[in-house]
């Protein structure tokens, strides 16, 4: 709700990076924001991104990014981020993916209404360029679940599958 952020002053923020092992959550929890919000989700690897052709990656963000302006409000979530923006080995076919992303987020303005989340396991690998203000400078540390939160994530699951109804999860 950007009108509820605006009408106190505060700024919207534009990146938020999501970081842990893989397995807790961080793609159900990026989805979870945006049914929450209410906005369309528009998600895509950052292995999508990676093609042997240069600039095909760039022209990739630059269309996922078009069309988030066309539904926006929305959220953008980039899952693998670190495919295309780690600082060990970037290969010059993936620094013009890279170089376009940072541009598109440095083009958002206090009016814009679309927020990227992006995901990793490894949030150390990452391009320092990426977590400036800005960019994805808030953080959010995605733990391994409880005993309970793991119970509710196999529920999740086992409601999409047919099982007898005698199982006992503890």
């Given at each position: 709700?950007?009108?509820?952020?605006?009408?106190?002053?505060?700024?919207?923020?534009?990146?938020?990076?999501?970081?842990?092992?893989?397995?807790?959550?961080?793609?159900?929890?990026?989805?979870?924001?945006?049914?929450?919000?209410?906005?369309?989700?528009?998600?895509?690897?950052?292995?999508?991104?990676?093609?042997?052709?240069?600039?095909?990656?760039?022209?990739?963000?630059?269309?996922?990014?078009?069309?988030?302006?066309?539904?926006?409000p929305?959220?953008?979530?980039?899952?693998?981020?670190?495919?295309?923006?780690?600082?060990?080995?970037?290969?010059?076919?993936?620094?013009?993916?890279?170089?376009?992303?940072?541009?598109?987020?440095?083009?958002?303005?206090?009016?814009?209404?679309?927020?990227?989340?992006?995901?990793?396991?490894?949030?150390?690998?990452?391009?320092?360029?990426?977590?400036?203000?800005?960019?994805?400078d808030?953080?959010?540390?995605?733990?391994?679940?409880?005993?309970e939160?793991?119970?509710q994530?196999?529920?999740?699951?086992?409601?999409?599958?047919?099982?007898?109804?005698?199982?006992?999860?503890?």
């Amino acid at each position: 709700h950007p009108a509820k952020y605006r009408a106190i002053g505060a700024r919207i923020p534009h990146g938020a990076l999501l970081y842990g092992p893989p397995g807790t959550g961080k793609t159900m929890l990026a989805k979870a924001v945006a049914g929450e919000a209410g906005v369309p989700f528009l998600s895509i690897s950052g292995s999508d991104f990676i093609d042997r052709y240069v600039g095909t990656g760039a022209e990739k963000v630059r269309s996922l990014f078009q069309k988030a302006r066309e539904l926006s409000p929305c959220i953008i979530f980039i899952d693998e981020i670190d495919a295309i923006a780690s600082r060990s080995g970037v290969s010059s076919s993936n620094d013009s993916t890279l170089i376009q992303l940072l541009t598109e987020l440095d083009g958002f303005d206090d009016k814009c209404e679309i927020i990227v989340l992006a995901a990793t396991n490894r949030p150390e690998l990452l391009d320092a360029a990426l977590r400036r203000p800005g960019r994805f400078d808030r953080e959010v540390p995605v733990e391994l679940p409880d005993l309970e939160g793991r119970m509710q994530i196999l529920r999740h699951y086992l409601d999409k599958v047919a099982h007898e109804d005698t199982i006992d999860l503890n």
